[in-house]
């Protein structure tokens, strides 16, 4: 079986997340949620988590969660500093929060081309334009 990893594409607009194939690209069980309704009630963290939560229990081998977001995070890349489209979760621990929440999985917190890098490192391969559409760097 191939070694799958789950991504997710943090905008402003929508929350994008689906299982890529690492050995050729492909993306499965593709999901795009309404940033502005988990914006209701200062609960953008803890839905995203619930939606996480949903994608790990449907595909149990996967180990790895990739997680995009467009603005600044800290060095250590732990905690979103500075993120315009979503100033309420500014200075969130966000990947303390998911390692707490889910204990035997693995996060990266990138920025969007920090992220496409880190990709191509754990893939050693070039990413694929269905990747990179996840991701919302290029249109294919």
């Not at 953008?44 to 939606?51: K, P, T």
């Not at 229990?57 to 250590?76: C, H, S």
């Not at 929440?101 to 693995?106: A, D, G, I, T, V």
Request: aromatic content about 8%; hydrophobic content about 40%.
């Amino acid at each position: 079986m191939a070694t799958e990893y789950l991504g997710i594409d943090v905008g402003g607009t929508n929350v994008k997340m689906g299982i890529v194939n690492a050995d050729n690209g492909n993306i499965t069980n593709f999901y795009s949620h309404d940033t502005g309704a988990w914006r209701q009630n200062n609960r953008f963290v803890e839905s995203l988590g619930d939606a996480i939560a949903v994608m790990l229990n449907e595909n149990p081998d996967v180990q790895k969660v990739g997680i995009a977001y467009p603005g600044l995070i800290t060095r250590d890349r732990m905690t979103l500093l500075e993120i315009t489209a979503i100033p309420e979760i500014d200075g969130t621990p966000l990947i303390p929060y998911l390692m707490e929440r889910f204990q035997e999985k693995n996060f990266i917190l990138k920025t969007m081309p920090m992220l496409l890098h880190w990709v191509n490192i754990i893939s050693e391969k070039k990413v694929y334009p269905k990747t990179i559409s996840l991701l919302h760097l290029e249109p294919e």
